[in-house]
Structure formats: C-alpha cells, structure tokens
C-alpha cells in the first residue's frame, strides 16, 4: 500500500524518545505558541527557532516537511483571514499564519518520529473513552484500505485514458472522487454490519 510505504524518517534522538516525552514536549511547544499575542512578529523569533532545532534533530528532509506543511497550510490560512477585520488586520493575520504554521510543524514532526502504536498505547494510558480509542483505530485501519482503493482506481482510470490534457484530467478526478465517496459508504456499511453480527453495538 502506498500509504504505508511511502516515508520513513531515519532514526534520530527525538524518534528515540519515548510516546509521553515526545507529547509533554509537542504539548509545551504548542501551548508556548498559542500564548504569544498577536500583532508582535518579534516574539515567533523563538518558537520558529525551537521547531527548526525540532525538525533538524526528527532529521527530517527539508522538503518532505515543506510538502507536508503545504498541504495542511489552506486551513491555517483560512482561520487565520478571520483576524483581517481588526484594526491592525494584516500583521494580526501574519502572526496567526506564522503560528499556525509552526503549530502544524511541531505537529507533523511529532506524528512522523512516533509510530501509530506508541500513540495509541499513550491514549489507553490517559484512560481515553474506550469507544473513542476504537473508532480512533478504526479510523487508522481503514485509512490504508481507503488509500489502495484509491490507487486501484487511478491505476484504471490511467490504462482506459489514452488522452491528455489539464481540464479533462480534473473531470476524471472528480468522477474517482464520486466513486470513491460512494464505494466508501458501501464499505462503511459492510463493516459495521459485519461488526454487529459480532456482537458490536
């Protein structure tokens, strides 16, 4: 599956660390991030400091990360074009980007250095609801059955396309992502029924 396979961080001192040190650190960045006020672009000199030291100890590659960070950025840039309508509108809405930004770093880092086991363990040892830390796996299980169906269909979208070109390419996309949406309602479905027949409810 290529949701599997598709990156793993060499060993480093902070994926050496154990699952509680790797949150208490992540939760005390964050917290330090989300308190600085906004509208004092001098004060994100440290944070951005401390997430740099963070991504060159994970040894994670620059542009992995760049990547990764790209893709989640639209959210930060949406809640952060909220604070355009106060009077200092501009720098309150860099400040909140460059916040956002570093938040979604210290996140990504500490969810690439941590194997999903070490999380989910932590979570059963701060006594999460049982149907939550379920659905939770659930949730993580059929993330990689989703991520192959995925690439099944593009495989034959890509053998029965002999045509090129940009706006057919986004018409196709969006007739997988139909397909997709529906197949995994279907899917949901079977689950659970299976599930109960099992003595789930």
Do not use: C
Request: aromatic share 8%; glycine share 6%; no cysteine.
């Amino acid at each position: 599956m290529r949701l599997q396979a598709s990156f793993h961080l060499p060993p480093s001192i902070i994926s050496r660390l154990q699952a509680s040190v790797k949150a208490a650190g992540a939760l005390v960045i964050l917290l330090g991030i989300a308190s600085l006020p906004l509208g004092v672009p001098l004060l994100l000199i440290v944070p951005v400091v401390v997430t740099s030291a963070a991504a060159l100890l994970s040894r994670f590659p620059p542009v992995t990360l760049l990547r990764r960070l790209l893709m989640l950025e639209p959210f930060a840039v949406a809640a952060s074009a909220l604070v355009l309508f106060r009077p200092d509108g501009w720098t309150a809405f860099w400040t909140l980007l460059v916040k956002s930004s570093l938040s979604l770093t210290i996140v990504i880092i500490f969810s690439a250095t941590t194997p999903f086991g070490d999380i989910f363990m932590l979570l059963r040892r701060l006594k999460l609801p049982g149907i939550l830390l379920t659905t939770i796996a659930l949730l993580y299980r059929y993330l990689f059955v989703l991520a192959d169906q995925v690439e099944r269909m593009r495989r034959a979208r890509a053998g029965r396309t002999f045509a090129k070109g940009r706006r057919l390419a986004w018409f196709l996309n969006s007739g997988v992502i139909g397909h997709l949406a529906v197949r995994s309602v279907e899917r949901a479905e079977r689950v659970y029924a299976a599930m109960r027949a099992r003595g789930w409810e």
